[in-house]
């Protein structure tokens, strides 16, 4: 399929006006609203990571809202079971008193799932959602049933440091697109959500898009350009997280594992949905730099060392994404 500009104008009119709608709701957040966004656009899942209390739910169930998915959420709890999340085939008679196996579906069977607190459930319920996540199909004795379309999965999760919390597998931490960090509101942030919250002051929600427009959008986003040059620009921003390929010290000093294949996938996937959202049908270098940290902070694995030091993934992204692009026309 290919679009024409002026439909690509068009769309990142109406993406505009969908960020504005959910900010009529959300105070603030404009990092988290946005990556959120974008990891829709590029049709993939987010993890959304911030102290209890923030809104992160608040804000997945209102992106929902405006973008007219279906929804359902799961909040993890240590008890919860695979089949909670998957649903689960039940012996049942028929009018002819014939017993047969009725497969029940699980709330992952909507279009937009929030994992509510993913990481205070065990391993082996978290890893329910992989097949789910990566192949957007769930297999139940041997049957394999397709998810709706679109389909994402939002989760939540607390800081690994709090009690009753596990932390992610790194395979399921790969699935996501993107990590999104939940910044503590500011100080007129904090007064505008009392105004809103406390009183009698009631926000109705306007759908802004519909599945078929979303999809049109998801698209679109695979058909924005990039150029070769700013290919090896991403390419070379994967490889530099390496610290056998790197050429920042502090990469070779404390990283101990950087981003694969599905890093660099992800990087441009975003990239491009950044690109369209701004009006555009090719990837700047900026718009590589921007979504860096997001795509890459969960992909980074530091070293002794680099734990011990109290240096954070996001300032090594920072020094690898300030030095992309050197020699390359902007």
């Known amino acids: 399929m290919t679009f024409k500009p002026e439909q690509f104008t068009e769309m990142s009119g109406r993406l505009q006006e969908v960020r504005e709608e959910i900010g009529h709701f959300i105070v603030g957040q404009e990092e988290a609203i946005e990556f959120s966004l974008y990891a829709i656009l590029a049709d993939g899942h987010a993890l959304l990571e911030g102290l209890p209390g923030l809104g992160k739910t608040m804000l997945i169930r209102t992106i929902s809202e405006v973008l007219d998915l279906s929804f359902s959420r799961i909040q993890f709890t240590p008890d919860l079971m695979p089949t909670d999340i998957t649903g689960t085939s039940l012996i049942e008679r028929d009018a002819d008193g014939r017993q047969q196996f009725t497969f029940r579906e699980g709330p992952i069977f909507h279009q937009m799932v929030l994992a509510d607190e993913i990481n205070r459930a065990t391993p082996k319920t978290q890893s329910a959602l992989l097949e789910a996540m990566g192949e957007k199909t769930v297999t139940i004795l041997g049957d394999t049933k397709k998810m709706a379309r679109p389909f994402f999965v939002l989760a939540t999760q607390n800081p690994i440091e709090m009690e009753g919390t596990y932390p992610l597998p790194e395979a399921q931490m790969d699935r996501f697109l993107c990590k999104i960090l939940v910044a503590y509101p500011t100080r007129a942030e904090l007064a505008e959500i009392s105004r809103r919250t406390t009183g009698s002051l009631n926000i109705h929600l306007e759908k802004k898009m519909d599945t078929d427009a979303l999809i049109e959008a998801q698209e679109m986003v695979k058909e924005v350009l990039i150029a070769e ?11 530099n997280t390496h610290p056998a390929q790197s050429e920042y010290e502090p990469v070779q000093q404390f ?12 990087l441009i996937r975003l990239a491009k949905a950044r690109a369209l959202t701004e009006g555009r049908y090719h990837v700047s270098i900026g718009d590589l730099k921007h979504v860096a940290k997001p795509v890459l902070r969960h992909r980074l694995l530091l070293n002794y060392e680099g734990e011990a030091t109290g240096i954070s993934t996001d300032e090594l992204i920072d020094l690898v994404a300030s030095g992309a692009g050197r020699g390359v026309l902007k």
């Open 229 to 239: 040059d700013i290919l090896m620009v991403a390419v070379d921003m994967i490889q």
């Open 255 to 266: 990283i101990q594992y950087g981003s694969g294949p599905r890093g660099l996938q992800s």
